[in-house]
């Protein structure tokens, strides 16, 4: 995953329509930002104490003080109850119940979408079974974190356990393993040539989420057997078809 912080209106409007590597784009701006338009394969994050005026079908992720005026048909994502949010138009934001939110509706069409929070497993549409089959994203030749401590190789019908086991310490980095509900949604974690998806059957107990993640498409795991490799969809890839790295 590439992340791409903004500073200015001029390095948002000069961003090509589509980015060949998932992109976060950090909005960090002591100025105001209009975000006009989405990005091929990336999200749009307002961070710290910038301030964001989103126009469109765009979509923008409010975290910190971040300030963000929402017109037309954008969606807001807010992750704190710091972050103040004015909807103009159809615009949506969608907030934890449990957060008290500063969210104003400027328009009777605008909708405050307030949520339950909701275990990993039923956000992410992933029946609950004693055991579940999640996914990665890892190199031609199977590994993950190449040239780190902590790099992995994840033989097909291995069975992997961590070593040093600590999901609650960092969301990111070393102490777990991660994985995904579905192969695609890992293309935001790593979309290097020659890539492959793997299927891993994991006990539903070795699992861990954060209680409030930065990234919820991913989960920790702490021992898992590779199954088989898989296209981006899910469906295992017969040997004979696998490509030659």
């Not at 929402?70 to 103009?88: G, H, M």
């Not at 907030?95 to 405050?112: F, G, N, Q, V, W």
Request: hydrophobic share 35%; proline share 5%.
């Amino acid at each position: 995953m590439n992340i791409l912080t903004i500073k200015t209106q001029a390095e948002l409007n000069s961003l090509p329509d589509r980015f060949d590597e998932y992109t976060r784009i950090i909005i960090d701006a002591k100025s105001v930002i209009n975000v006009t338009r989405s990005w091929g394969n990336s999200s749009v994050v307002a961070w710290g104490n910038s301030s964001v005026v989103a126009w469109g079908n765009s979509s923008v992720e409010a975290w910190g003080n971040s300030s963000v005026e929402a017109r037309s048909r954008v969606s807001v994502q807010v992750f704190s109850d710091t972050s103040p949010v004015i909807l103009f138009g159809f615009a949506v934001a969608i907030i934890a119940k449990r957060l008290k939110h500063k969210i104003t509706k400027k328009s009777k069409y605008a909708h405050i979408q307030a949520v339950d929070d909701i275990d990993w497993l039923e956000n992410n549409g992933v029946e609950k079974k004693r055991f579940i089959t999640l996914y990665k994203r890892v190199s031609g030749d199977y590994k993950t974190q190449e040239g780190e401590s902590w790099e992995t190789t994840w033989g097909l019908g291995t069975v992997l356990e961590h070593p040093n086991w600590s999901p609650e310490d960092q969301e990111c980095g070393p102490g777990k393993f991660h994985a995904c509900p579905r192969p695609y949604f890992c293309d935001e974690f790593r979309s290097l040539k020659n890539d492959r998806y793997i299927a891993i059957r994991i006990y539903i107990k070795d699992l861990y989420a954060w209680p409030s993640p930065r990234y919820p498409r991913k989960i920790a795991f702490r021992k898992g057997k590779v199954l088989f490799e898989c296209d981006r969809l899910g469906k295992e890839i017969p040997p004979k078809a696998r490509g030659k790295i």
